[in-house]
């Protein structure tokens, strides 16, 4: 790995001295102000982290380190024949910020191709479940039973100085990204395919070889998870699974562990676990219909069913998106290219059609528009990967990249344990009859 980390250390050293200064220089500037409602609900809105590998625009939607997922789609590098990134390249270009060459993302695929080997009691955890389990549990649980090998945990305990934090991280989430797919795969197939395993493919990329894995060696399929594995990989800072990854790092709880907790954040069904609610409410709204293809009519009378019944319309809406989502966009654009004529997917775009205006019309949701779990269960299903519950899992290997790629830099800059000021609606109404304050120091 040391090409990557010589690149990291120039890199991480370059920024430390310039947030330094910056600090230094501007520190004490005031940088907007908090409502109480802000404090109450969920502290939308609310700045309070820094998180280097991408950002998101309300209106624009995300970009990783500068770049927006159609210049990613044309700038990074791609499989042979292929015409989709590779999550490789995403990563490198999160880790650095600067765009990846062929060689560079190669690399990658080699260094996480040769560290892929799963311990078998990671195997062993995971068998100890009833196969009824939800996928992402086991997944969790794969996770922690590779806590073991965890070389920041180990280093730590024998005497770490803290300028040397973020080189155990690194190697910890390098060796996590190479296994992920394996652990995914293995879950795959032990739920649903009568554990008939399937060997890795040492001359795969990373998200081909998932993939193969998994059991679906199709072209397409391929190309669909590596264009999968580049847009679910990060969503800036403040979401419940980059967020959890990243408060759990600062109490140097290992990359393992951050992880972990993170990912339980992703198996929520207001996060990442809106992508299997979303299929299996299409499914219910057809079997309830009776029709593969129902008219936009029937669709907004089951829309208005669902919001009668005070569930929300899996797939839209966003805490920050206010426009629809380009991630949508980048799977609706594979769709044409792919399955046009796809039943299922089709639907997808009709919902598209019809959700929104009556999202609008409850005056009450900031962003009627579709996210990205609004479309991908769609395309899995296509292929043939019709079990939704494991899509999370999909989700969650996709997103290690980002938070890994932004834990390794949370130790390289050094930053501390956080820990933000909660108070009680007690304080609060003295704070409001002007007998206390409600901030920190
Ligand atoms: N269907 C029905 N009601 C919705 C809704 C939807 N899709 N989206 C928002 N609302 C409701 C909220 O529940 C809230 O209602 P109350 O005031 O009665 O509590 C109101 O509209 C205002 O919400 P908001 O400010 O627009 O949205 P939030 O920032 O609070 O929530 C989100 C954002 C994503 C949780 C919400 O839009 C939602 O529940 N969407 C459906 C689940 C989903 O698709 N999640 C995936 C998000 C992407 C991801 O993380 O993977």
């Known amino acids: 790995m040391g090409i990557l980390k010589d690149k990291f250390t120039a890199k991480v050293n370059a ?3 310039e947030i330094k200064n910056l600090l230094k220089e501007h520190g004490s500037k005031v940088a907007g102000e908090v409502t109480l409602a802000q404090i109450y609900q969920g502290m939308r809105g609310i700045t309070g982290l820094v998180t280097e590998t991408s950002l998101l625009d309300a209106q624009e939607g995300i970009r990783f ?5 159609p210049e990613l789609q044309q700038q990074l590098p791609k499989a042979p024949k292929g015409d989709q990134p590779l999550p490789e390249g995403l990563f490198y270009l999160m880790l650095t ?3 990846p060459s062929e060689e560079d993302a190669n690399y990658i695929t080699d260094v996480w191709q040769r560290r892929s080997h799963v311990p078998n009691h990671v195997f062993a955890a995971i068998d100890a479940l009833p196969v009824s389990t939800h996928p992402m549990t086991m997944y969790v649980v794969g996770v922690m039973a590779l806590q073991t090998e ?3 945990a180990k280093r730590y305990a024998e005497g770490l100085n803290k300028k040397d934090y973020w080189e155990p991280v690194f190697d910890d989430a390098m060796i996590l990204l190479a296994r992920l797919p394996r652990i995914a795969a293995y879950i795959y197939r032990r739920k649903y395919k009568n554990s008939e395993h399937i060997h890795p493919n040492g001359l795969l990329d990373w998200a081909g070889n998932l993939a193969h894995m998994l059991g679906y060696d199709d072209k397409g399929f391929m190309e669909l998870m590596r264009l999968y594995m580049t847009i679910h990989a990060d969503h800036e800072g403040g979401n419940v699974s980059a967020h959890t990854t990243h408060l759990v790092g600062s109490a140097l709880s290992d990359p393992y562990l951050s992880y972990a907790a ?3 954040g992703l198996a929520g ?3 990442g676990l809106a992508n299997q609610e979303v299929i299996k409410w299409i499914f219910e709204m057809q079997e309830s219909l009776g029709t593969d293809e129902p008219s936009k009519e029937q669709i907004a009378d089951y829309v208005k069913k669902t919001l009668s019944e005070g569930k929300v319309v899996p797939g ?7 426009k629809t989502d380009p991630r949508f966009t980048a799977q609706m654009e594979f769709g044409k290219n792919y399955m046009p004529d796809d039943k299922l997917v089709n639907t997808v775009w009709k919902i598209y059609e019809t959700v929104p205006p009556i999202l609008q019309s409850l005056g009450k949701i900031k962003n009627p528009w579709p996210n990205v ?11 043939g990967l019709v079990e939704y519950e494991f899509y999370t899992v999909l989700f969650a290997v996709s997103r290690a990249l980002g938070v890994m790629a932004s834990l390794i830099w949370d130790r390289g800059l050094g930053f501390p344990l956080e820990r933000p000021k909660s108070v009680t609606t007690e304080q609060v109404k003295l704070w409001l009859e002007g007998k206390d304050q409600i901030w920190g120091e």
């Open 65 to 69: 380190r500068g770049y927006s997922i």
């Open 15 to 17: 920024s430390n001295t």
């Open 150 to 152: 965890s070389y920041f």
């Open 373 to 383: 779990d609004a479309h991908s269960g769609a395309l899995l299903v296509h292929y």
């Open 97 to 99: 910020g600067e765009l």
């Open 269 to 271: 069904p207001l996060h």
């Open 262 to 264: 993170g990912m339980n």
């Open 316 to 322: 839209y809406g966003h805490a920050v998106l206010r």
